[in-house]
C-alpha cells in the first residue's frame, strides 16, 4: 500500500490550495481515505474523511465549508481543496487510510500561507 501526496504549496492570504493523495496497492474503492495537518509546533489536528467508493464526506467542523475532498476513482486519488486561505492554514497536510487494520500514510504535502 502507498499514499503518494503532491508537492509543496506556497499561497498568500485568501487564496485556495489543493493537494492530492494517489493510492496504489489495495482495492481503492474499499477504504476510506482521511486528511489530517499538523501546523508547526502543534499537535496532529483530523480534517475528515471520504469514502472513495461513493464520493461521501466527513468533515470536521471547524473546515466545514472552507474544506472539499473529491476521490477520482479512475486515478485512484483523492484530492483535497482548502479555500480562504489564513496563515494559520500553514501546515503539512497528510493522508490516510487504513487497510486491512493497518495505517497508511503519505509522505506529506507542505502548505505555506504567506503574503
Known amino acids: 500500500v502507498h499514499l503518494v501526496q503532491s508537492g509543496a504549496e506556497l499561497r498568500k492570504p485568501a487564496a485556495s490550495v489543493k493537494a492530492a493523495c494517489k493510492a496504489s496497492?489495495?482495492?481503492?474503492?474499499?477504504?476510506?481515505i482521511e486528511w489530517m495537518r499538523q501546523a508547526p509546533g502543534q499537535g496532529l489536528v483530523w480534517m475528515g474523511r471520504?469514502?472513495?467508493?461513493?464520493?461521501?464526506?466527513k468533515y470536521a467542523q471547524q473546515f466545514k465549508g472552507r474544506v472539499t475532498f473529491t476521490a477520482y476513482t479512475s486515478t485512484s486519488t483523492v484530492n483535497v481543496e482548502l479555500v480562504s486561505l489564513k496563515p494559520e492554514d500553514t501546515a503539512v497536510y497528510y493522508c490516510?487510510?487504513?487497510?486491512?487494520?493497518?495505517?497508511?500514510w503519505g509522505q506529506g504535502t507542505q502548505v505555506t500561507v504567506s503574503s
Open positions: 471520504i469514502d472513495s467508493e461513493d464520493g461521501g464526506t
Open positions: 496497492g489495495y482495492t481503492f474503492t474499499r477504504y476510506y
Open positions: 490516510a487510510a487504513t487497510v486491512l487494520g493497518r495505517d497508511y
